[in-house]
């Protein structure tokens, strides 16, 4: 019985690669972070940063955990919350999907649906009200994946090595969406230390404060999209990055869909720069695509319309 778990956490990370079909003649792989129990990639570093701050005695038992968050950060902080015996507060923007906010709730989180705006900074935003509840909130923690270094380490430990394991050594490409952008960080670190020469390929919103630093603007796709530029982007480990429109990562959503991988807009967003960048790989290469969400968490948003 080795795949026994005392607690639900326990069983994050170790999500399997399977193969897909980019159209190239090199092998291609998607690592299934869906399958996470909280629902995507973002129960590593969620776990992670809670871990942390426990240790150091920033999370004190009773404590209060708040968030900003486009719905996955939050949702895996409000399952980590009701294992552990924490209040959950998560302010998301209103692009976030109705089944987001509706998981969050399920978990025991409040939340606190903000206008979306162009830029982080702005007052009116979901990162400044998230800010604004910290401050006044007697006990709480505020893990702020953007700025916490907990982030990228997640899955320079975890995601990084499980994915070298699992292609024998063999990547050559990884195609990852950025937002947060530890994920991209921390795997990008891991694996170019192993072998300097894999191409670690970015994926971002066309117009995210990184792509269209002259004239960034809201977006409909989640899960990508960089709009704050801090330590945990790493571009010494980043080959390329490249934009997509809310347009096309939609469309490769209900595409793959009907070949059987119901996932969410990050993941087609992945998938559609991945075969638009095929041409370029050779037939031995192997090219690994992060799959960071289910499309269950946009049924309304992207399926049922």
Known sequence: MN???????????????????????AHAFAKLEYLNPGGSIKDRPALFMITEAERNGVLKPGGTI???????????????????GYEVIITVPDRTSFEKVSALQAYG????VCPDTDCLEDPEGYHAKAEELFHK???????????????????????????WQQTEGRITHCFIGMGSCGTI??????????????KIIGIDAATSKFSSPDNPKTYKTEGIGVDVISDTLD?????????IKDEDAFAMTKEMAHQGYLVGLS????????????????????????????????LSKVFNV
């Open 3 to 25: 795949n026994k778990y005392k607690s639900v956490l326990e069983a994050i990370g170790n999500t399997p690669l399977v193969g897909v079909d980019i159209g190239a003649n």
């Open 66 to 84: 708040i968030e900003a968050s486009s719905g996955n950060q939050g949702i895996a902080l409000a399952m980590i919350g009701a294992v552990k």
């Open 109 to 112: 989180a409040k939340v606190y």
């Open 137 to 163: 909130t007697p006990g709480a923690f505020m893990p702020n994946q953007y700025y916490n270094k907990e982030n990228p380490r997640a899955h320079y430990l975890t995601t990084g090595p499980e994915i």
């Open 185 to 198: 960080s921390g795997i990008g670190k891991y694996l170019k230390e192993q072998n300097p020469a894999i």
């Open 235 to 243: 571009m010494s480990v980043v080959d390329e990055a490249l934009p």
């Open 267 to 298: 993941s087609g967003a992945v998938m559609h720069v991945a075969k638009q960048y095929a041409p370029q790989l050779k037939q031995d290469d192997v090219a690994v695509l992060i799959f960071a969400d289910s499309g269950r968490a946009y």
